[in-house]
């Protein structure tokens, strides 16, 4: 209880060090938050869409069951292809008929002759869709060729520029985060200068003199970890509905998973924020460490 009474009360000493220190951790720590979730969610759309028949190949009327096995396993034989499913025509209308179950009219007009039968291939990798777009497209009886390289391309740009400029942000925000840390307790220091060299001359040990400061850019890191992950919880929150109809016919995106231990970005559920704010504490404690133990090092030397 003194301790916490002794905190406030070097606050109220100078308070605008203070604001500013809790401020610029409040600040970096949103963003980090922010850049955390857009990579994750980004990496695990990405992921999701990997997932999904990448190609899909559409057979003339002629294309006989003999030629698309041969297809198949030239496919096989790049090392290229994760997995193959054939759909026949008799398939296809029943997988239309589930899609247009609620419209009558649609399904009286269709019957199995008029689907074709198609070939849907999931790659190892994204950059080998065009390559074996191209191959598959040599093929006699090829009707057509679709694949999602648009959609996937994107995700890998937006993914990697996401990462590259969020680095390069925090980076710098990080910085002067630890500069006003260190500014802010070295006045702090400055101030109680008469007194450590009391405490100094009475016996106190290293660590009773340091350890005041030290817990003071704790309780800075703990403060702005806590308002990040509430305006951050609260942004979540309001553009639940626009997250929804982006992320519609997704069912999940994992934000951290550990074999089955997972927290997922997508629902938004009470565990997503429970572990947002435990990484977000987590990174104020580091940076409130660091920053004290940097700045009591500096100018409290014996």
Same mark, same amino acid.
């Given at each position: 209880?003194?301790?916490?009474?002794?905190?406030?009360?070097?606050?109220?000493?100078?308070?605008?060090?203070?604001?500013?220190?809790?401020?610029?951790?409040?600040?970096?720590?949103?963003?980090?938050?922010?850049?955390?979730?857009?990579?994750? !969610?980004?990496? @695990?759309? $990405?992921?999701?869409? #990997?997932?999904?028949?990448?190609?899909? &190949? +559409?057979? %003339? =009327?002629?294309? /006989?069951?003999?030629?698309?096995?041969?297809?198949?396993?030239?496919?096989?034989?790049?090392?290229?292809?994760?997995?193959?499913?054939?759909?026949?025509?008799?398939?296809?209308?029943?997988?239309?008929?589930?899609?247009?179950?609620?419209?009558?009219?649609?399904?009286?007009?269709?019957?199995?002759?008029?689907?074709?039968?198609?070939?849907?291939?999931?790659?190892?990798?994204?950059?080998?869709? !065009?390559?074996? @777009?191209? $191959?598959?497209?040599? #093929?006699?009886?090829?009707?057509?060729? &679709? +694949?999602? %390289? =648009?959609?996937? /391309?994107?995700?890998?740009?937006?993914?990697?520029?996401?990462?590259?400029?969020?680095?390069?942000?925090?980076?710098?925000?990080?910085?002067?985060?630890?500069?006003?840390?260190?500014?802010?307790?070295?006045?702090?220091?400055?101030?109680?200068?008469?007194?450590?060299?009391?405490?100094?001359?009475?016996?106190?040990?290293?660590?009773?003199?340091?350890?005041?400061?030290?817990?003071?850019?704790?309780?800075?890191?703990?403060?702005?970890?806590?308002?990040?992950?509430?305006?951050?919880?609260?942004?979540?929150?309001?553009?639940?509905?626009?997250?929804?109809?982006?992320?519609?016919?997704?069912?999940?995106?994992?934000?951290?998973?550990?074999?089955?231990?997972?927290?997922?970005?997508?629902?938004?559920?009470?565990?997503?924020?429970?572990?947002?704010?435990?990484?977000?504490?987590?990174?104020?404690?580091?940076?409130?460490?660091?920053?004290?133990?940097?700045?009591?090092?500096?100018?409290?030397?014996?």
């Amino acid at each position: 209880m003194s301790q916490t009474v002794t905190f406030w009360k070097r606050i109220r000493r100078t308070p605008y060090q203070s604001v500013a220190s809790i401020f610029m951790i409040f600040i970096t720590l949103f963003v980090m938050a922010i850049f955390l979730l857009l990579v994750t !969610s980004s990496s @695990a759309i $990405l992921s999701y869409f #990997e997932s999904k028949p990448q190609l899909t &190949v +559409f057979f %003339k =009327d002629e294309k /006989d069951m003999e030629s698309v096995t041969e297809l198949i396993e030239k496919l096989k034989k790049t090392g290229k292809i994760a997995s193959t499913q054939y759909i026949s025509k008799e398939q296809a209308l029943a997988i239309y008929k589930e899609q247009n179950k609620n419209d009558p009219i649609l399904l009286e007009m269709v019957t199995a002759d008029i689907l074709p039968a198609s070939l849907e291939i999931s790659a190892t990798m994204p950059v080998y869709l !065009s390559g074996l @777009a191209e $191959l598959v497209n040599e #093929e006699k009886g090829i009707d057509e060729v &679709v +694949f999602q %390289k =648009d959609v996937v /391309d994107t995700l890998i740009s937006w993914t990697s520029t996401v990462r590259k400029v969020g680095f390069v942000f925090i980076f710098f925000l990080l910085l002067s985060t630890l500069f006003i840390l260190l500014t802010t307790i070295g006045m702090k220091i400055a101030l109680r200068k008469e007194e450590i060299e009391v405490l100094r001359l009475v016996g106190a040990t290293f660590w009773f003199i340091r350890k005041p400061f030290i817990s003071e850019g704790l309780i800075y890191g703990i403060t702005g970890a806590t308002l990040a992950w509430i305006v951050v919880s609260g942004l979540l929150l309001y553009l639940r509905p626009f997250i929804t109809s982006f992320l519609q016919g997704i069912p999940s995106l994992p934000l951290w998973q550990v074999e089955s231990i997972a927290i997922y970005m997508w629902p938004l559920t009470p565990i997503l924020f429970v572990g947002l704010w435990l990484i977000l504490v987590f990174l104020g404690f580091i940076i409130g460490l660091i920053g004290s133990l940097f700045a009591v090092s500096r100018y409290l030397k014996d």
